[in-house]
């Protein structure tokens, strides 16, 4: 018995030692606050809850069509009209096991071992992990504030060969929370098609953007997958639903991918989702991201004000990724010692790549402004020790 | 853009174009008898519908960790211990997103691209597309009623060869209903002990045997693969929710694998299936088996009637795969031709590979006797025409 040699590009969680450890102090009884997780603290929508714990009821909680649901396949396609003007066809529409069963479609279905998928460093480590789990070569370009963290037409016209596939660009960037510019998105999606190679917009952060809503790949090509889920904007993580747009060629391929590797995404939370896009549900997850706004701004502003450094300031998702290299060049250690002696949870830049992640944190602002003004409290009095 | 190569080894389900026609005769106003879908026709039970419903209202439906509620896994350990009077450590037990989930991280942690993975033919297609997902070669091996349409240590000797990986063994089988003699899944895990090979053991109709229950490769070694799901015996398919059981040397692969390809299994689907091992529940599911047992007698008892040819009884699951070649050369076609003329829909061979599979229906008893008596009818007028 062999431990398969994909296995050895897995990067872990760093993280994960660092969650651990806090579960440990806190059934020691000290209180921790998480700022380290990349969820929600919202409940889901009460009319998805209202939803999916009336579909349980009926018992009848069976596969449904690998590709989804067909009334939620037309719902989304409903929502990508009014949210992004684009007509998408729902044939090109799939639901999926989160946006992680998105990505293993979309990947399974259009990389080959050996080639290489370009994307960004920082960014989010499952995303080359997937380009691993296929025998593919995840070419980490690092990116910096000039082009708030983000690829652009140029840097991958530098960087693709022969054997690249395609790019990956994830737009709110995890961990930078940055937007690309719309100009730069369309004409990175332009190089990459003029290369014929795969545009993968990863848009699970859509819908949490603060000043003008992030534009979809869509808008610019129906060459690209797009990735998306309801588990960030929706508050739904642990329903374990998202989806896929998938160029028209792909479409049985993807089909036949999903049928043999899911049988079906989980059915309750396909008929549970059906209600997440009421007027009154939106108008709701509407108001959280104004919280989430202040949240950042509260945050963004304190930790400047404590030294950290911010060069662009996040306009989505939920995170600031922040320079602390004033106190550190071991942003690992300086996670472990903050949760250590204050029992404030935060997560490492080398989560996120190795581009000067020895110097980065990443905090989370999915706890409520009382929490986050005691986290700061306790990073104030960690830092001046 | 290209579609990646291992879509070319992917075989579609020659049966879902069946379910498309009978959808569309259905919307025609046809009436339709199925007894081609592999999900039992009962409702999830009483005290998991009720966990489940229970768990959505609190609306804190967040992600779990990667490898599933440690009181799940430890549920499933004191399982194994009532079942099969093993010791199984709760840290080798992953909950996944169905057996499919299970089947992705055991070969994903364990095959390499080029290396080969031998299983029965018949078997189920998704566990040799499987090994197709991952670069690997599923070795099909002829079996016939002579083994119960089993692997055995000979046959596994006889086809080892240096690529070799390991070994599917699927008991009760789908589609042949047979369940491995005691003694001989012992001889098989031990020869593929003896190459140091992996052993993948696919039981999730387990549960639903109707003589002597069936055994588990647990009783006989530590070092191999078990998958398993709520989706049969528990009724809980559109869940999404079955585990696996691994040797000690891959637990931290295969959390590292979930982490990034799941995140996590459907957090509410855990929260029900905590419940799913009631003795109440565990009482009513020995009773739908009891049922299930009933229609298979009946079904038959017909089928050999009508000049079907069953070379062995089927001792579990829920289908019965039957000789049609008295009747026809082109199962695919007579499959079609039944549906059309008789509102009957079952499963070609060519499901479930290239063994003679021409040659045989397989029909699945998810009906009530009722219904599966008037399929009978019309296969009768459908035969006599």
Same mark, same amino acid.
């Given at each position: 018995m062999q431990i398969a040699d994909r296995m050895e590009g897995f990067s872990p969680f760093y993280?994960m030692e660092?969650?651990?450890?806090? =579960?440990?102090?806190?059934?020691?009884?000290?209180?921790?606050?998480?700022?380290?997780?990349?969820?929600?603290?919202?409940?889901?929508?009460?009319?998805?809850?209202?939803?999916?714990?009336?579909?349980?009821?009926?018992?009848?909680?069976?596969?449904?069509?690998?590709?989804?649901?067909?009334?939620?396949? &037309?719902?989304?396609?409903?929502?990508? $009209?009014?949210?992004?003007?684009?007509?998408?066809? +729902?044939?090109?529409?799939?639901?999926?096991?989160?946006?992680s069963?998105?990505f293993l479609?979309?990947l399974g279905?259009?990389l &080959?071992p050996g080639?290489?998928i370009?994307?960004?460093?920082?960014?989010y480590p499952c995303n080359h992990n997937f380009v691993r789990f296929f025998g593919g070569h995840a070419?980490l370009?690092?990116?910096? +504030?000039?082009?708030?963290?983000?690829?652009?037409?140029?840097?991958?016209?530098?960087?693709? !060969?022969?054997?690249?596939?395609?790019?990956?660009?994830?737009?709110?960037?995890?961990?930078?929370?940055?937007?690309?510019?719309?100009?730069?998105?369309?004409?990175?999606?332009? !190089?990459?098609?003029?290369?014929?190679?795969?545009?993968?917009?990863?848009?699970?952060?859509?819908?949490?953007?603060?000043?003008?809503?992030?534009?979809?790949?869509? !808008?610019?090509?129906?060459?690209?997958?797009?990735?998306?889920?309801?588990?960030?904007?929706?508050?739904?993580?642990?329903?374990?639903?998202?989806?896929?747009?998938?160029?028209?060629?792909?479409?049985?391929?993807?089909?036949?991918?999903?049928?043999?590797i899911?049988?079906?995404?989980?059915?309750?939370?396909?008929?549970?989702?059906?209600? +997440?896009?009421?007027?009154?549900?939106?108008?709701?997850?509407?108001?959280?991201?104004?919280?989430?706004?202040?949240?950042?701004?509260?945050?963004?502003?304190?930790?400047?004000?404590?030294?950290?450094?911010?060069?662009?300031?996040?306009?989505?998702?939920?995170?600031?990724?922040?320079?602390?290299?004033?106190?550190?060049?071991?942003?690992?250690?300086?996670? =472990?010692?903050?949760?250590? !002696? $204050?029992?404030?949870?935060?997560?490492?830049?080398k989560d996120?790549g190795n &581009?000067? +992640?020895?110097?980065?944190?990443?905090?989370?602002?999915?706890?409520?402004?009382?929490?986050?003004?005691?986290?700061?409290? =306790?990073?104030?009095?960690?830092?001046?020790?």
């Amino acid at each position: 018995m062999q431990i398969a040699d994909r296995m050895e590009g897995f990067s872990p969680f760093y993280v994960m030692e660092l969650l651990q450890r806090a =579960k440990q102090l806190e059934l020691a009884g000290r209180e921790i606050i998480h700022m380290e997780v990349g969820e929600p603290d919202f409940p889901s929508p009460a009319s998805v809850i209202e939803a999916g714990a009336r579909k349980i009821q009926t018992g009848e909680i069976k596969y449904t069509a690998a590709a989804g649901l067909p009334e939620l396949r &037309n719902k989304i396609a409903e929502y990508y $009209q009014q949210q992004y003007a684009v007509n998408i066809p +729902a044939e090109r529409i799939f639901i999926t096991p989160g946006a992680s069963g998105a990505f293993l479609l979309a990947l399974g279905v259009s990389l &080959n071992p050996g080639e290489a998928i370009i994307m960004a460093d920082p960014c989010y480590p499952c995303n080359h992990n997937f380009v691993r789990f296929f025998g593919g070569h995840a070419k980490l370009i690092p990116v910096s +504030a000039t082009t708030k963290y983000h690829l652009t037409a140029d840097l991958i016209k530098q960087h693709w !060969q022969d054997k690249t596939c395609g790019v990956v660009i994830a737009s709110p960037s995890n961990p930078t929370g940055t937007v690309i510019a719309e100009e730069e998105l369309k004409k990175a999606i332009a !190089q990459v098609n003029h290369y014929h190679g795969c545009f993968y917009s990863d848009e699970i952060y859509h819908g949490l953007v603060y000043e003008p809503p992030a534009n979809s790949a869509l !808008q610019y090509s129906d060459d690209v997958f797009v990735i998306n889920s309801f588990s960030k904007y929706f508050s739904m993580t642990g329903w374990r639903i998202g989806w896929l747009v998938v160029p028209e060629k792909f479409i049985d391929a993807v089909e036949r991918m999903a049928q043999n590797i899911f049988i079906s995404t989980p059915s309750h939370s396909q008929y549970a989702a059906l209600h +997440a896009f009421t007027e009154k549900n939106l108008q709701e997850l509407e108001r959280r991201k104004e919280l989430f706004k202040d949240r950042r701004d509260f945050l963004y502003d304190h930790l400047l004000r404590l030294g950290f450094v911010i060069p662009v300031k996040p306009e989505g998702a939920f995170y600031i990724y922040a320079d602390c290299s004033r106190f550190t060049n071991d942003s690992y250690q300086f996670a =472990k010692d903050l949760l250590e !002696q $204050q029992g404030v949870a935060v997560t490492p830049g080398k989560d996120f790549g190795n &581009n000067d +992640a020895n110097c980065y944190i990443r905090f989370a602002y999915t706890a409520s402004i009382a929490k986050i003004a005691v986290a700061i409290e =306790k990073l104030e009095q960690f830092l001046t020790r």
